[in-house]
């Protein structure tokens, strides 16, 4: 099972930390992600990171965003700045070990 949470309003150009807590024992082996979705588009990838700790991000949030994991603390996280209109979304986690599961997601809101 996975949950996400704070997500919120912010301004532009302000930050948000996103966290993903996972539970069971397989977090560790599970490749990780953050995807988004905005109103009338598809869901779409923000950063991976691998079981390894390998990153991969979308160009539109690159060197605006990082993706971390905790493993001791089975939980993923997203740290978000400079944030532009254009990233509100609902924020989603997933992990991916054998099976693909997803997480519900958290509203992150770019308005001043």
């Known amino acids: 099972q996975l949950q996400a949470s704070g997500g919120g309003l912010v301004q532009p150009g302000g930050s948000l930390r996103l966290s993903c807590a996972a539970s069971?024992?397989?977090?560790?082996?599970?490749?990780m992600g953050w995807y988004r979705q905005a109103p009338g588009k598809p869901r779409e990838l923000v950063a991976t990171?691998?079981?390894?700790?390998?990153?991969n991000y979308a160009d539109s949030v690159k060197g605006r965003c990082t993706i971390s994991r905790d493993n001791t603390r089975n939980t993923m996280y997203l740290e978000m700045n400079s944030l532009k209109p254009e990233d509100a979304a609902v924020y989603y986690c997933k992990a991916v070990y054998g099976m693909v599961y997803w997480g519900k997601g958290t509203q992150v809101t770019v308005s001043s």
């Open positions: 069971g024992s397989i977090f560790s082996l599970a490749d």
């Open positions: 990171i691998s079981s390894g700790g390998r990153t």
